[in-house]
């Protein structure tokens, strides 16, 4: 399955970081799938003042990289969701 996207930009991003439904949007999870890998220490993240997630660029791009290899969805092969 091939995905297109566009790179994302430190100016695009509000400046506390993408809240967990933005990022679970963008790399195509269920945002329960993102709580889980932050809780197992497998995505960081920032909380604001009301207590919401606010992930970081480099922390999205790190795991679309290990995500999307190669252009397709590496759900199943050995990586960030199976650590």
């Known amino acids: ?7 994302l930009k430190a100016e695009d991003l509000p400046p506390l970081g993408l809240r967990i439904g933005e990022v679970a949007r963008r790399l ?5 799938t993102i709580r889980r890998l932050e809780q197992k220490g ?3 993240c920032r909380r604001d003042w009301t207590g919401a997630r606010r992930f970081a ?5 790190r ?4 995500l999307f290899k190669n252009g397709k969805v ?3 092969s050995p990586g960030i ?3």
């Open 28 to 32: 195509h999870l269920h945002p329960s």
């Open 57 to 61: 660029l480099e922390e999205l791009l």
């Open 81 to 83: 969701l199976e650590r």
């Open 74 to 76: 590496t759900h199943s």
């Open 42 to 44: 497998l995505i960081h």
């Open 1 to 7: 399955m091939r995905i297109r996207q566009r790179r």
């Open 63 to 66: 795991v679309e990289e290990e």
